[in-house]
C-alpha cells in the first residue's frame, strides 16, 4: 500500500512535470521542469529496484546534460515570440506525430508485457542482489553486437562532428616556425650612423 501511494505521488509529479516542459513559456523554468521529470523518473525507477539505471539517469542527464542545456538556454537570447508564432501552423502534424506515437508505446508497453498479472508475478529479489551485475551480464553477453554496433556509430557521430566543426582559419595566430628560423640580421636590424653635434 506505502509502495503504491508513493508510486502515484511520483507519476503524478512526472505528468504534471512533463505537461510544464512543453507548455511553460520560459526555457529555463521550462529545463527546470525536465530536470524535475528527470528526478521523479529516478523515483520510479527505484521503485522498480532499477537503482543502476536511476543514478546514471541522475547524474548524466541532470548533473551534466540538464546543466549544458540550462547554460545555452540563459546565454542566449532567445525570442520566444518568434518561436510561438508557427505552434498554431504546425499543430496537427505534432497532434498526429504524438497519436502515433502513443500508439507505437501502447502496443510495446502493453499489458501483455507490463500488466498487472506480470507485476504480480514478479518477486523481490533478495537483499545481496546486485542489478548492476545482472545489467552488464545482459549487455555483454546477449546484447553485445547491438551494443557494439552502437558504439560504432557513435563513434563515426564524433568523428564526423569533429570533421565538419574543424575549419581552417585565416585568421589564426599561431607562429610559422620556419620564417622565423630563416630570418637574417639585415633584415631585422639596421644600424644608422649619425653625425655628432656640438652643444650650445
Do not use: C
Not at 79 to 88: D, H, K, T, V
Not at 89 to 107: E, N
Not at 149 to 169: E, G, K, N
Not at 190 to 195: M, Q, S, Y
Amino acid at each position: 500500500m506505502f509502495e503504491q501511494a508513493i508510486f502515484y505521488i511520483f507519476a503524478a509529479m512526472l505528468i504534471f512535470s512533463a505537461a510544464m516542459v512543453i507548455t511553460v513559456r520560459n526555457p529555463v523554468h521550462a529545463a527546470l521542469f525536465l530536470v524535475l521529470s528527470f528526478f521523479t523518473s529516478a523515483g520510479l525507477w527505484l521503485l522498480l529496484e532499477a537503482e543502476f539505471l536511476a543514478i546514471a539517469l541522475v547524474l548524466v542527464y541532470v548533473g551534466a546534460v540538464m546543466v549544458l542545456f540550462l547554460f545555452v538556454v540563459m546565454m542566449l537570447d532567445i525570442n520566444i515570440a518568434e518561436l510561438r508564432e508557427g505552434f498554431a501552423r504546425y499543430f496537427p502534424i505534432a497532434a498526429l506525430v504524438a497519436i502515433v506515437m502513443m500508439y507505437s508505446l501502447g502496443t510495446i508497453v502493453g499489458p501483455e508485457n507490463f500488466g498487472l498479472d506480470q507485476v504480480a508475478a514478479a518477486q523481490g529479489h533478495a537483499a545481496d542482489y546486485n542489478n548492476t551485475h545482472e545489467l552488464g551480464m545482459a549487455l555483454f553477453t546477449r546484447y553485445i553486437w547491438p551494443f557494439e554496433i552502437a558504439a560504432v556509430i557513435l563513434l563515426v557521430a564524433i568523428i564526423a562532428a569533429i570533421a565538419l566543426t574543424l575549419r581552417a582559419t585565416r585568421q589564426t595566430k599561431a607562429p610559422n616556425v620556419d620564417h622565423q628560423i630563416a630570418v637574417r640580421r639585415e633584415d631585422r636590424v639596421r644600424l644608422i650612423k649619425v653625425d655628432s653635434e656640438p652643444l650650445d
